[in-house]
């Protein structure tokens, strides 16, 4: 009873994430948009340094709620790195910071680019993606720019799993994987020995395929 309490309050925390992601999308659309007049303002006038001081800093504004949008889908540590990177260097602009402070920022801004290009890229160097098992795989690879080979062409991802794992005899089970160049299947759920949700995976490190 606890386990399945913790389920939900999860599945809660997960809409609830996507909720505030929504709202916050629109209101950088919003601001985008906005933003348009006060551009025209600053072409059509003669701005002084502070209108223009001012549009930058908006526009960061938006580049951070972005790149927080990101966060919340993604759930990466490159993505937080990315904000923190996008929030210092803001400060950095919006305050009047003395030289020290700055060569400070810019130090942090140093060290977060070489944790995020030499240690996280290497842990997060995939995609994963969640189909249900009925999905053409002619979609999906238009969708994740992966290519399950060419054999099966016109099957459902399900199907392609279950052939690729060559079970025989056994149970198809959560875990059983189909590899292919630069990609894998995998079986992510199972119910009643039916495959019910099929995880597509694909290296970041493969450049993006043609479709079938």
Not at 107 to 124: G, H, N, Q, T
Request: proline share 3%; hydrophobic share 50%.
């Amino acid at each position: 009873m606890r386990q399945y309490l913790k389920n939900e309050v999860f599945k809660i925390s997960k809409w609830i994430e996507f909720y505030l992601s929504a709202l916050i999308t629109i209101a950088v659309i919003g601001g985008g948009v906005w933003m348009i007049k006060d551009l025209i303002a600053i072409l059509s006038g003669n701005p002084e340094s502070d209108a223009i001081y001012q549009f930058v800093l908006n526009v960061f504004n938006l580049v951070i709620c972005v790149e927080f949008i990101k966060m919340l889908c993604k759930h990466t540590a490159s993505t937080l790195v990315e904000v923190l990177m996008f929030a210092i260097a803001r400060q950095m602009i919006a305050q009047h910071t003395s030289p020290m402070e700055n060569l400070l920022c810019i130090f942090s801004i140093a060290v977060l680019f070489i944790i995020r290009k030499y240690f996280l890229d290497r842990l997060e160097d995939i995609d994963k993606t969640v189909f249900l098992p009925n999905q053409k795989i002619a979609k999906v690879n238009e969708l994740v720019h992966v290519n399950i080979p060419e054999e099966y062409k016109g099957e459902s991802i399900g199907e392609a799993v279950l052939k690729g794992i060559d079970l025989e005899n056994e149970e198809v089970t959560c875990g059983h994987c189909y590899y292919f160049p630069g990609g894998a299947l995998r079986v992510s759920k199972v119910v009643a020995g039916q495959v019910k949700e099929v995880e597509v995976i694909r290296s970041r490190n493969v450049n993006i395929m043609p479709n079938l």
